[in-house]
């Protein structure tokens, strides 16, 4: 398997970092295992980006750009559903989730790469659009990011950015409207045209009985119609189905979770802080960590849901695909053996008087059983002779930690850690703490939480069940300055692990 294509600049880099977690989740929600997700996300992001460079630069930041190219973030999306129908013509369909099968070989599939006049609507209006246009757009209705965080992605003034967006909605409306009217359409379609586009308008108006009834029946007129009603909600989801296809709306409800989580306000922080107050230093480790991210071959997949628009097999991807993250209450940590008192000195003394010259009978005897000590049984302590254990066995570890350093560069490194379990486990949380002042940033197969120096991997709902003597393992990237010495002080669910 390739591995992801290196940045070529600062630019491409920042690109990266935005796109690898987009890209991976729709694999995750496409492929039937993990492991898989990580493969064909992998090709689908080297091959992405292969036809982005090959079309030319990449996209631009601020205003201008061009029109006839999506977002980078749905360029890629849309390498992932080709490289899944390569899979599936390759005979490879096996590693594919079973619902997306039957889509690839269905009519609705061959929509989204046959005729241009044929496609669906809102991908053709999304690529009639400015490129920063279309940008905007899209990660203000789709990625479901804060308009803040999209005026400093794209470069815009943050005081007219939500203005900036309202003009594109309605100029993406404008477009959808003509590739509708453009589209090859059967005589009632063409007639109800006109009325759709009249109701769209205004979120007062009412839809006619007739006019319903037609878009009950008909696929093409009820995309247009979610296109062009911008009042109600549903322009993220049209634009999801539109680019996406299968999967778009657990793709959407997947991206809105991750926001949530990313901006503290739907789980556990996000080590890398809110969007609003990243550090400078993580904000290079997810500029020029993403090409690290690529060698994810160790690792396994992420997690968060739905399901999507216009297709057969959407409710089965919504429907497995519930995934918040899920841990058994951490077990109290296990307190450290006190080692017992050793016996006073004074056996030899008297009871009112200085210490003998001369040691007693069982003083002598004592001494010789510490000098000269008979067979001992494997698996007992030995005693004095008041029967206080002077030593004790400290009980196995329930489980073993395996940290493993994948790759390391000037302010980032890429990691994995791999933790097998005596014990089944119906949820987990993996904790240390790190030597060198390192800050955990993105984690996939697990929810990253860091206080201080400690750090904290919460499992995903489709990772979280481990059975008795099997392992879990995840990856993640962080920054790092001076020294990088591994981790110490392992836990599992608040018991400590032995290392190596």
């Known amino acids: 398997m390739s591995d992801l294509p290196t940045p070529q600049d600062a630019t491409e880099a920042a690109l990266f970092s935005e796109c690898w977690d987009a890209v991976l989740s729709y694999a995750d929600l496409c492929t039937s295992g993990a492991l898989t997700a990580h493969q064909l ?115 815009l003034d943050p005081d007219t950015v939500a203005d900036e967006l309202d003009q594109v909605r309605s100029l993406f409306r404008g477009r959808c409207h003509r590739a509708h009217l453009d589209t090859p359409l059967d005589p009632l379609c063409r007639s109800y045209a006109r009325l759709l586009d009249a109701v769209t308008r205004s979120p007062a108006a009412e839809t006619p009985g007739d006019l319903s009834r037609h878009l009950a029946t008909c696929v093409r007129c009820a995309e247009a119609a979610a296109c062009l009603r911008l009042h109600g909600g549903g322009l993220p989801a049209a634009l999801a189905g539109g680019v996406v296809g299968w999967g778009g709306l657990a793709y959407l409800e997947r991206r809105r979770r991750a926001t949530e989580v990313r901006l503290g306000t739907g789980g556990p922080p996000a080590a890398d802080g809110a969007e609003t107050k990243e ?56 307190p450290a053996r006190t080692p017992a008192a050793s016996p006073s000195a004074s056996a030899g003394r008297s009871a009112s008087g200085p210490p003998s010259t001369t040691p007693s009978k069982d ?91 400690r750090v904290t991997a919460t499992a995903a709902d489709y990772n979280r069940a481990v059975p008795a003597h099997g392992s879990l393992s995840f990856g993640f990237i962080a920054s790092w300055q001076g020294e990088n010495r591994p981790p110490h002080g392992f836990t599992l669910n608040g018991a400590a692990c032995a290392t190596g």
Not at 53 to 81: D, F, H, K, Q, S
């Open 41 to 155: 996300a992998t090709e689908a992001f080297t091959l992405g980006m292969r036809e982005v460079r090959a079309a030319g630069a990449l996209p631009a930041r601020g205003p201008g750009g061009r029109a006839g190219r999506l977002p980078m973030i749905a360029e890629l999306l849309t390498a992932v559903r080709a490289t899944a129908a390569a899979w599936e013509a390759d005979g490879q369909g096996h590693r594919l989730d079973p619902e997306l099968r039957l889509w690839l070989n269905s009519e609705q599939a061959a929509r989204y790469t046959g005729p241009p006049l044929r496609r669906p609507v809102a991908l053709r209006g999304l690529r009639d659009l400015q490129e920063a246009d279309a940008s905007l757009l899209w990660l203000a209705e789709v990625e479901a990011l804060p308009l803040p965080v999209v005026a400093r992605r794209l470069g």
């Open 279 to 334: 550090p400078a230093a993580r904000a290079r480790v997810l500029r020029n960590g993403l090409l690290a991210a690529a060698v994810l071959l160790s690792a396994l997949a992420l997690g968060v849901s739905m399901m999507p628009f216009g297709g057969s097999g959407d409710a089965g991807a919504a429907a497995r695909d519930d995934r918040q993250p899920v841990a058994d209450p951490a077990a109290p940590r296990t």
């Open 363 to 453: 003083a002598t005897k004592a001494e010789a059983g510490r000098k000269n000590p008979g067979p001992e049984p494997q698996g007992t302590s030995s005693a004095t002779p008041g029967g206080t254990p002077s030593r004790s066995t400290a009980p196995a570890a329930g489980c073993r930690v395996a940290y493993h350093l994948d790759s390391q560069w000037a302010v980032g490194f890429q990691a994995t850690v791999t933790v097998t379990t005596d014990k089944a486990l119906t949820g987990w949380q993996v904790a240390w703490n790190f030597r060198d002042g390192q800050q955990a940033g993105q984690m996939w197969d697990a929810t990253v939480h860091q206080n201080g120096s």
